[in-house]
């Protein structure tokens, strides 16, 4: 099937800039960028921005980054490539709505970003590599966010979503039931992005909580637990909580100790670590 004039124009427009930059994708840094319009415009369209202020990570050569300056009242670009950074300042220099950050993800100032009052939404094409630790730090900085529309590799989005005793469940699968309501929007084909990666990635919709579901008291005991027991997730709890949680911590939760850890929902492990840090735990 053909693609839209849209899509071979961003296509077209990729290719001519990383000509005019004389610019080679760098692996180290997960670049690969995205060309089909279609996907873009559906990513920008998941996030319904209205007249909000938008943070959005990864800009690169700006292929959601058109569709999100026409809607959002403020618009922060968090680029880790100085080319890029630059090539993205000269282009929104005469926008005052606009807000260019040359740093990493992982480390930026979120005050140095100009989002402005109220909680911001993030739009994002994560590179692979780090994808999972940007999340976590958004997580850690939720009260600065109400939602996050992030398009990541397909094997991490669906860790996202995934249920207890499921093969995808693992800790990224508790944090994000933690801290948001998660759901999956649609697959991306590799064909959509020069240069092609090796896998598929999925476009994910996260809305924050106003409130974590677990008291903020208990947090850092379930995050001990939970850790202890998905590193070894062949064992049972009883042996893979050895020294972490006593034999009558389990009676106190209502959880069998012969079940592994991977069969365990927040919830669960929310009693545990309550059970575990009371009197004798």
Known sequence: MSERPGARSLRGRTGDALRELDLRPRRHLGQSFLVDARIAERIVNEAGVVGESVLEIGPGLGALTDLLAERASRL????????LADRLQSRFAGSARVHVVHADALTVDFDACSLGSGRAVVVANLPYRVGSQILLRLFDERRRFSRLVLMLQREVAARL??????????LLSLWTALYAEARAVFRVSPAAFVPRPKVESAVVSLRLLDEP????????RLRVIARAAFSQRRKTLRRALAGTVAAAAFERAGIDPQRRGETLSLEEFARLAAASGSAGG
């Open 161 to 170: 979503t995934a249920s207890p005793a499921t093969r995808d469940y693992g």
């Open 76 to 83: 922060a670009l968090v680029e880790i490539d100085r080319s």
């Open 213 to 220: 579901r677990v008291p903020a008291a208990q947090i850092e």
